[in-house]
């Protein structure tokens, strides 16, 4: 494959991506402004901090003068099930050479949907499909911070597109895949994590409990997927 096929492959695959992440990138460039920080904020967090929900809980952070501490533990959990992203793309990542840390940083949720759901083992589409969500990302982020500065409006709710990307990810490889174990496996794990521990600390006992029982249910799940290929 040449690299201009491998340039229109890599945006063709991340055009969903791409409108997701303008619309959720300009909500929270919309909030940051809102609370009083300006277009060179929200340009830097995209550009370096790179996490969605993690951005938008770091607006109340920042804003509310949290520590350093009570700081890393919030990310840690919010970010937590991306350990387990990592741990699954060890094989994928192999022979990045120095790319790899980028691939490592820009590992997003819906990054990791698209690579995994290649089967091509292609290094440098997997590098593209990263940079290009990262810049849609960072592109969001600026033109919500611009539009913000510019107009000013309630921004309650705006947070809900976050809500809605994820959804929105879900629903896709629902359709995509015929195996829905797997995300019968997710929710069920989710919602029961949820009912226990309750909305502050349900995230990382469910990644958990997903983790635990996806390993014991492996064997079905993976004999399946290879009867549908």
Same mark, same amino acid.
């Given at each position: 494959?040449?690299?201009?096929?491998?340039?229109?492959?890599?945006?063709?695959?991340?055009?969903?991506?791409?409108?997701?992440?303008?619309?959720?990138?300009?909500?929270?460039?919309?909030?940051?402004?809102?609370?009083?920080?300006?277009?060179?904020?929200?340009?830097?967090?995209?550009?370096?901090?790179?996490?969605?929900?993690?951005?938008?809980?770091?607006?109340?952070? /920042?804003?509310?003068?949290?520590?350093?501490?009570?700081?890393?533990?919030?990310?840690?959990?919010?970010?937590?099930?991306?350990?387990?992203?990592?741990?699954?793309?060890?094989?994928?990542?192999?022979?990045?050479?120095?790319?790899?840390?980028?691939? !490592? !940083?820009?590992?997003?949720?819906?990054?990791?949907?698209?690579?995994?759901?290649?089967?091509?083992?292609?290094?440098?589409?997997?590098?593209? /499909?990263?940079?290009?969500?990262? &810049?849609?990302?960072? /592109?969001? &982020?600026?033109?919500?911070?611009?539009?913000?500065?510019?107009?000013?409006?309630?921004?309650?709710?705006?947070?809900?597109?976050?809500?809605?990307?994820?959804?929105?990810?879900?629903?896709?490889?629902?359709?995509? &895949?015929?195996?829905?174990?797997?995300?019968?496996?997710?929710?069920?794990? @989710?919602?029961?994590?949820?009912?226990?521990?309750?909305?502050?600390?349900?995230?990382?006992?469910? !990644?958990?409990?997903?983790? /635990?029982?996806? @390993?014991?249910?492996?064997?079905? @799940?993976?004999?399946?997927?290879?009867?549908?290929?």
């Amino acid at each position: 494959m040449s690299n201009k096929e491998r340039i229109r492959k890599a945006f063709k695959l991340t055009i969903p991506v791409l409108t997701g992440y303008i619309c959720l990138g300009i909500g929270f460039g919309i909030i940051l402004e809102a609370k009083g920080y300006g277009v060179l904020w929200a340009f830097c967090m995209g550009l370096f901090i790179y996490a969605g929900s993690m951005q938008y809980v770091a607006v109340d952070l /920042i804003s509310g003068g949290a520590s350093l501490i009570a700081t890393a533990l919030t990310t840690l959990m919010v970010n937590a099930r991306h350990l387990f992203y990592g741990i699954s793309m060890i094989e994928k990542y192999k022979g990045t050479g120095k790319k790899k840390p980028y691939l !490592m !940083m820009s590992l997003t949720d819906e990054t990791y949907s698209l690579i995994v759901s290649d089967n091509t083992n292609d290094k440098r589409l997997y590098f593209l /499909i990263s940079l290009f969500n990262h &810049c849609y990302w960072v /592109i969001g &982020c600026t033109v919500g911070s611009l539009i913000g500065s510019v107009l000013n409006f309630n921004t309650n709710g705006v947070e809900f597109v976050l809500t809605a990307l994820f959804v929105t990810v879900f629903v896709e490889q629902w359709l995509n &895949c015929k195996n829905h174990l797997p995300a019968v496996i997710g929710v069920v794990s @989710t919602v029961l994590c949820l009912v226990v521990f309750g909305a502050e600390y349900f995230l990382i006992p469910s !990644m958990i409990l997903i983790t /635990i029982v996806l @390993t014991v249910l492996k064997k079905y @799940t993976v004999s399946e997927v290879n009867s549908d290929e």
